[in-house]
Nanobody
Framework: DQLVESGGGLVQPGGSLRLSCVAS????????TGWYRQAPGKEREGVSC????????SYSGFVEGRFTISRDVAKNTMYLQMNGLRPEDTAIYYC??????????????WGQGIQVTVSS
């Protein structure tokens, strides 16, 4: 089982990035998937999640309206489109899976993480 993130990097405030997560050993038809992040000196926090059965997205308040989560079930790939990035979005972003089709509880599996830095 593996989750591999890509698409991170350095971007100026107000800019955009698109993170991708390719999953192997998981079936997006049956498990919810999402994104977490960890900023320097802070605890990990949930960013967004998408349910398995109907692809219903949910977002934390601090990214609502700026970030969009999506998935391609056929490719077992999940995305996070991040627009209007702010310096406080700087963090390591993790692709995660959950133990059920719902975005409930703590993630059961984590990717290795990818750095996103927002700075001028």
């Amino acid at each position: 089982d593996q989750l591999v993130e890509s698409g991170g990097g350095l971007v100026q405030p107000g800019g955009s990035l698109r993170l991708s997560c390719v999953a192997s050993g998981f079936n997006f038809d049956y498990i919810a998937t999402g994104w977490y992040r960890q900023a320097p000196g802070k605890e990990r926090e949930g960013v967004s999640c998408i349910t398995a059965s109907d692809g219903k997205p949910s977002y934390s308040g601090f990214v609502e309206g700026r970030f969009t989560i999506s998935r391609d079930v056929a490719k077992n790939t999940m995305y996070l489109q991040m627009n209007g990035l702010r310096p406080e979005d700087t963090a390591i972003y993790y692709c995660v899976t959950y133990g059920s089709q719902f975005c409930a509880g703590y993630p059961s599996f984590w990717g290795q993480g990818i750095q996103v830095t927002v700075s001028s």
